[in-house]
């Protein structure tokens, strides 16, 4: 397919090598390394992932930070938060992350987090610790997951701390 | 008197109006609405649910700065260009009436290239094939300015129903605004068909409609194709761009057409 626009030029006019099929197949097989080495392997019991994805709890100070930052976390571009009411602009589109903490269990709110998909197969949260099954993937985000293990954690923390205010 | 029976006797009245006329229902009929398409009464205009402010930028010529490229595109109508030193006005004659409605019906098959060309695509044809011109690379400020000028020709006019031969091209642009990709996931549908009017970091989700293309959109300070503002939302999801240009955007550009047929068009719009 002809993907050059109309009005661009190609600055090289050399044909494709054979090298080129070769590397392209060497770069896929070292993202496919590095994508491994970024989302490491989890067990899923009873629609929960009872263990940290770090071997250690996360900090709940950390995780406040990673949910505020739209460009980090991205969840306050969906969600609402009557918590962190220093973020103007916040999301309607999923529910208000306050009082997380009492509807979910950690384990509950890991696998919510790491693949929602599995509750919903068309839901419009996004799978933060997956890099399978996606596809056109900017190139700068290619084989990586939205959050670290480690951010993971601290999330996962910080919404636990989020309990229900007993009326 | 059946559907069917009433498209025969509009064809045998045999008026060419009247034949476009059943040939849109034809092709009206042949792409239904599905499950989460927008219900046509429920439309709106990104213009309907923008702020006063801008509403009025968009409402007064002389406040719009999308004028300025207006200005230019009409200069440029009549310049000639490339090494057959013809303009635009040479073969087209006066817009207001030659292309009073093109940008309405467009992206068009384009017979002679086997192909679907949007405005930005027919007017770069023109300029290879008879001006003898180099094209224009997209988002370059005269082809925005021509695309801009053959646009508001159509301004107030309603969207029309692609014709048969684009239907495979509006299908190949459903499949894409329906594809989830990037990073994050998502397709253009889950935002603009099922959750429009609902918040996206604080600002209402615009159904997405095409209607006033190019526009001047403020947070870019400058007036803009609908294939860059489609690349914007690629962006947003994650997710590669396609090259501007490419065949994708036009079949994304056709079935946005599509989904907004019967909507006014409002060329050069102004946008938050």
Known sequence: MNRTPSGLRSHSQKPAGTLVPGLVALLASLAAAQAQDRVKPYAVVREAIPLSLTGKPGDPARGRAIVANRQVGLCLLCHSASIIPEEQFQGDLAPDLAGAGSRWKIGELRLRIVDAGRFNANTIMPAYYKTGGLTRVGSSFAGKPILSAEQIEDVVAYLATLREVKK | ?272
Not at chain 2, 135 to 158: C, H, I, W
């Open chain 2, 1 to 272: 008197m059946t559907a069917a029976r009433r498209i025969f006797h509009i064809l045998h009245a045999a008026s060419l109006p009247a034949c476009a006329a059943a040939i849109c229902i034809l092709s009206l009929a042949a792409a239904p609405l599905r499950a989460g398409d927008i219900p046509l009464n429920q439309r709106q205009s990104g213009y309907d649910t923008m702020g006063r402010d801008t509403r009025a930028m968009q409402d007064d010529d002389t406040a719009n700065p999308a004028t300025l490229w207006l200005l230019d595109g009409e200069a440029l109508w009549s310049k000639k260009e490339g090494a057959a030193g013809k303009a635009c006005a040479d073969c087209h004659t006066d817009a207001a009436t030659s292309m009073k409605g093109v940008a309405a019906r467009y992206p068009a098959f384009n017979t002679k290239q086997n192909k679907p060309l949007d405005i930005e695509g027919r007017i770069n044809n023109c300029r290879t094939e008879h001006q003898q011109a180099q094209p224009l690379p997209f988002e370059n400020k005269d082809l925005l300015a021509l695309t801009a000028y053959v646009a508001r020709q159509s301004r107030g006019m309603a969207i029309a129903p692609p014709p048969e031969n684009m239907q495979p091209v509006v299908d190949q642009g459903r499949a894409i605004f329906e594809k989830r990709q990037g990073q994050l996931n998502l397709s253009c549908a889950q935002c603009h068909d099922d959750n429009w009017g609902r918040k996206l970091a604080g600002s209402a989700i615009p159904q997405g409609h095409p209607n006033g293309y190019p526009l001047y959109r403020l947070e870019w300070q400058s007036v803009g194709s609908l294939q860059r503002r489609l690349r914007n939302c690629l962006i947003g999801m994650r997710a590669e761009g396609y090259a501007l240009g490419s065949p994708e955007y036009v079949a994304l550009e056709a079935f946005l057409m599509w989904r907004a047929r019967g909507m006014k068009m409002e060329s050069p719009a102004v946008r938050p």
